[in-house]
């Protein structure tokens, strides 16, 4: 598969690293973008520059690359997902706008009916972004917020990343074995 992988500016860059990870392991051939702000957060969050994130990937493109074969519908992309997906990115899907490469990229999967997984990481949401939403999702997006599941009894923080990014790979399509799946009592 190739997957795009946008990483805007909200907090939990960990669930975009770790899917980055679960693709390559996968052998998926993943293009990346990282917004401005999410470089900043990549630092604060984890201690480390985003160069390590952007060897994670195939191909690294900048926000605004309008010139990367992603921004075309004609590139033959399997799916886009943005995670952490910030509000204002958010916000650009829902509107239409395509004034970044996320969400140039995220138009060209809804008008070619390609998969779009949106990992909001925000709480409390406010009307316009529950509004934005459901917007995003009434024209072909799959909204995944990022809530921890906590059956599996997880033991650690990459545990419980291990189980957004495991549904995330569900989406795609991606047989995993990233978190222990509910099989009742």
């Known amino acids: 598969m190739e997957i795009v992988v946008g990483i ?36 604060i969050e984890t201690s480390s520059p985003a160069r390590g994130v952007e060897e994670l990937a195939a191909h690294v493109y900048a926000p605004k690359d309008f010139s990367a074969p992603v921004a075309s519908g004609s590139h033959l992309f399997d799916a886009l997902v ?39 990481r925000e709480t409390p949401l406010s009307l316009i972004q529950l509004r934005n939403m459901v917007a995003a999702s009434e024209a072909g997006a799959v909204i995944l917020p990022a809530c921890p599941a906590f ?24 047989e995993n074995d990233l978190y222990k799946r509910w099989e009742g009592e």
């Open 8 to 43: 805007s500016g909200a907090s939990g860059v960990q669930y975009g690293i770790r899917l980055l990870e679960a693709l390559k392991a996968k052998g998926c051939t993943t293009h990346l973008i990282i917004t401005d702000s999410a470089r900043k957060i990549i630092e």
């Open 82 to 120: 943005v995670i952490p997906c910030s509000m204002g990115t958010l916000s650009g899907i829902a509107c239409g706008s395509s004034d970044t490469l996320i969400t140039r990229c995220a138009d060209v999967c809804l008008k070619e009916k390609r998969r779009l997984i949106l990992v909001p």
């Open 151 to 174: 059956y599996s009894q997880p033991k650690s923080l990459a545990e419980l990343v291990d189980v957004l990014v495991g549904r995330v790979l569900d989406l795609l399509g991606l």
